[in-house]
């Protein structure tokens, strides 16, 4: 599929880089579950202008009644 970043110079370019995702789903109790997601992205540096690391972090708590 395409993407669609205003940084890329080279668009013809078919490699833009990898990216590594951690998730977490912990469920304490029946009616509660906790999760967490961590992804790191680094970049082909001959892709972007700006070849830095992108982070992503969430965490969230979810209550079920």
Known sequence: ???????????????????????LLWRPFTDVSCMAQYGVFPPSGDVFEDDSKRTYVSVGVTIYF
Do not use: L, T, W
């Not at 395409?2 to 998730?23: A, C, L, T, W």
């Open 1 to 23: 599929g395409g993407f669609s970043d205003r940084s890329v110079i080279y668009p013809g370019r078919s490699y833009v880089g990898r990216e590594v995702d951690i998730y």
